[in-house]
């Protein structure tokens, strides 16, 4: 993928991180009520030159960051070892969120997931967050992996006992 190719796709990231940082801020009493997540999201992007697959791929990283927010803090808390969630720096946490997000739900390589992470990191946070976010999601990603690898290979177990009574 051609830089140029790439630029829409790091535009909905950050896009999508503004929105969700936002989103730690809002006001719920703002405007008489809560706000949407898709509402929010559209007051954030419109401050992107966003084409509409980009603006696509922005509101699906944060609708589905969203809505599978406890499984990927869950991922998150094991992984950010002594730290809480709550004391992490509102960037630092977003991106990670975002970064579990397309690790365990899209198909987006993982070279790239921790590319692109460690780049909103270090543009919109401080001195230490690209290392700490490389160094979480590494640890995500390993842990997915592992995972998936359990998942797909058969019981060797089961496949050594069946075979010993074979002569």
Known sequence: MSRSDRAPRQRSRQAALQTLYAR???????????????ELFERVA??????????????KLV?????????IDELLAANAINWKISRMAAVDRNVLRLGIYELT??????????????????????ES?????????????????????????????GSRESGQGVA
């Open 46 to 59: 419109q401050n992107f030159d966003l084409p509409a697959g980009a603006r696509d791929f922005a509101l």
């Open 105 to 126: 739900r899209t198909d987006t390589p993982v070279s790239v997931v921790l590319d692109e992470a460690i780049q909103l990191a270090r543009r919109f946070g401080g």
């Open 129 to 157: 967050s690209p290392g700490f976010v490389n160094g979480v999601l590494d640890a995500v990603a390993k842990q997915v992996r592992e995972q998936a690898e359990q998942a797909s290979e058969p019981d060797a177990e």
């Open 63 to 71: 609708s589905g960051t969203v809505s599978a927010l406890s499984e």
């Open 24 to 38: 730690d801020f809002a006001d719920p009493q703002q405007a008489g009520g809560e706000i949407s997540i898709e």
